[in-house]
């Protein structure tokens, strides 16, 4: 079994900073991607960014230059560093990892519970 813990989210103004974290814990082999999804009321989730085992990142277009994503591959560990925050980013933010439990096993994807953000004056 595999547990995500996230932690971060909260209330900022416009053009604030958020940082969020997820640390990943469990019967782990190996985590190949991990990354953060949104998902606004009535909205689709919707992929912000993902980082890969070899630390290469991708960015949703809504918030390059905005937006970094980081990993720790020893802990288990995903951050995304939240700048000029807007009002749109408003959302329940996903931690999502694609992992194998052991050896040569299959990649599996797992999600974990979010973490709100608020952007408001």
């Known amino acids: 079994q595999v547990q995500l813990v996230e932690s971060g989210g909260g209330l900022v103004q416009p053009g604030g900073s958020l940082r969020l974290s997820c640390a990943a814990s469990?019967?782990?082999?190996?985590?190949?991607?991990m990354g953060w999804y949104r998902q606004a009321p009535g909205k689709q989730r919707e992929l912000v960014a993902v980082i890969t085992f070899g630390g290469s990142p991708n960015y949703s277009d809504s918030v390059k230059g905005r937006f970094t994503i980081s990993r720790d591959t020893a802990e288990n560990t995903v951050s995304l560093q939240m700048n000029s925050l807007k009002p749109e980013d408003t959302a329940v933010y996903y931690c999502?990892?694609?992992?194998?439990?052991?050896?040569?096993?299959?990649?599996?994807?797992?999600w974990g519970q979010g973490t709100q953000v608020t952007v408001s004056s």
């Open positions: 469990g019967v782990i082999f190996r985590i190949y991607t």
């Open positions: 999502k990892v694609e992992f194998s439990a052991r050896y040569a096993g299959a990649m599996i994807p797992y």
